[in-house]
């Protein structure tokens, strides 16, 4: 069964850290692009990070450049985003998506498969 699991998320101050993880089942995990989505309550979904396959070539949305880090682990079937420096703006619900579309970095509508989703709120 194809299940993509998200975990890590919760509330955390201004300036802190959070580290979220995407655990992968039922394909082929090292042959897809992974990447990191969000969505804040009102708004679209936005494109956070995405890593491709198996050059680990990385992608980030400006809003979150030299603040978080993705990361994957072909071995283990995970995907990771370590968000540091947190700000309010980053608060929403996080999802984590697969695409093995040749095209990097992929267009949102090109994921093919997405998980549940883990809240993030970042607030004092």
């Known amino acids: 069964q194809l299940q993509l699991v998200e975990s890590g998320g919760g509330l955390v101050q201004p300036g802190g850290s959070l580290r979220l993880s995407c655990a992968a089942s039922g394909f082929t995990f090292e042959n897809y692009v992974i990447g990191w989505f969000r969505q804040a309550p009102g708004k679209e979904r936005e494109g956070v990070s995405c890593?491709?396959?198996?050059?680990?070539?990385?992608t980030y949305a400006d809003s979150v450049k030299g603040r978080f880090t993705i990361s994957r682990d072909n071995a283990k079937n995970t995907v990771s985003l370590q968000m540091k420096s947190l700000k309010p703006e980053d608060t929403g619900v996080y999802y984590c998506?697969?695409?093995?579309?040749?095209?990097?970095?992929?267009?949102?509508?090109?994921?093919?498969?997405w998980g549940q989703g883990t809240q993030v709120t970042v607030s004092s």
């Open positions: 890593i491709s396959s198996s050059d680990r070539i990385t």
């Open positions: 998506a697969a695409t093995d579309t040749s095209h990097f970095p992929p267009a949102q509508y090109q994921y093919k498969f």
